[in-house]
């Protein structure tokens, strides 16, 4: 058996297109272009980058980007102040604080300041409460990106168990509420589950997002498992050169094709996923505060 190979950079370009000719109905109807503003602080090169990708995706499915880069000494009153004029920006649907976050600056506090109706990361209090108790929330973009491969790979998840290894509020958490929601049967794990191997095997979907490389081996898996691996770690490659980093996720991909039913690779699995749905979130977010019924995917 070799499992199937879950392109999310295939799923996330559907999505993406999809969501244009959203935002091209929305201008031709209601002369609405939705606007996502990115604020980026210091000169970190991997949050360049990724900031730099949702600039090019947002403005290739026609909205509105708008960036703001802060030196890496700004303080944090000086960002909650920017933060406050895009919460009262019109022209503002979405705001999205690129983290992690210099020192001197509560993460918690900046995230919270956020209004809740423009949190396109799905991270304010308000959202993880209505998200936990089945409200209208904005929902997490990576565990969101994650139940759309599994849908698509696996269609109804009533009754299917699934095992989350990770806790966090950024994944873990959120991932399981969704899952909840889609009638599956939730366990949560993480480093210190007690023997984590074998609640994994009875596991017929495993999410891996512990942030640790290759920590989940094939022989944690049930044969024909379907296998969502959130982790992106930088290990080095010596064989590459002096100085070279390969990327890795969470699980042991090369074992683990021969004992899955299907996986997510890394890079090209959730990581796609996740500015897809950030982008998602901006157009709901537009519709929401206008009160567009739009029927969105």
Same mark, same amino acid.
């Given at each position: 058996m ?27 109807q ?10 980026? #602080?210091?000169?970190? $090169?991997?949050? @360049? ?5 949702? *600039?090019?995706? %947002?403005? !290739? ?8 880069k ?6 944090q ?6 933060i ?8 503002i ?8 976050l ?65 806790r966090?509020? #950024?994944?873990?958490? $959120?991932?399981? @509420? ?5 009638? *599956?049967?939730? %366990?949560? !794990?993480?480093s ?9 095997r ?61 996986i ?5 699995g959730v ?27």
């Open positions: 070799h499992a199937k190979i879950i392109d999310g950079k295939a799923f996330s370009e559907h999505m993406v297109a999809r969501i244009g000719e959203h935002v091209s109905q929305l201008k031709t209601y002369k609405l272009t939705p606007g996502l503003a990115v604020v980026l #602080i210091g000169s970190d $090169p991997a949050s @360049q980058v990724y900031v730099r990708n949702k *600039a090019e995706r %947002t403005k !290739a499915c026609g909205m509105r980007s708008v960036e703001h802060l030196p890496a000494e700004t303080t009153a000086d960002l909650l102040t920017l406050d004029q895009l919460n009262n920006d019109p022209e649907d979405g705001i999205l604080v690129q983290l992690p210099p020192d001197q600056i509560d993460e918690t506090a900046v995230i919270q300041a956020i209004s809740p109706d423009k949190d396109v990361d799905g991270f304010h209090v308000v959202n993880a409460g209505l998200l936990a108790t089945g409200g209208q929330a904005l929902v997490p973009c990576t565990p969101f990106g994650c139940l759309k491969l599994l849908e698509d790979q696996l269609g109804d998840l009533s009754g299917l168990h699934a095992v989350i290894v990770g966090s509020n #950024i994944v873990g958490k $959120p991932m399981a @509420q969704l899952l909840l929601q889609a009638n *599956a049967t939730v %366990t949560i !794990a993480h210190r589950t007690k023997d984590l191997p074998a609640l994994c009875q596991a017929d979907i495993v999410v891996a997002a512990v942030g640790r490389p290759e920590m989940v081996k094939a022989s944690w898996l049930k044969k024909g498992a379907t296998v969502i691996d959130v982790g992106i770690n930088r290990i080095a490659a010596p064989e590459r050169g002096e100085g070279k980093f390969r990327l890795t996720g969470d699980v042991e991909f090369s074992s683990a094709m021969d004992v899955a039913g299907a997510t690779p890394v890079p090209g990581g796609p996923m996740t500015i897809a749905c950030l982008l998602r979130n901006t157009l709901v977010a537009a519709c929401r505060r206008r009160k567009i019924d739009l029927d969105i995917e």
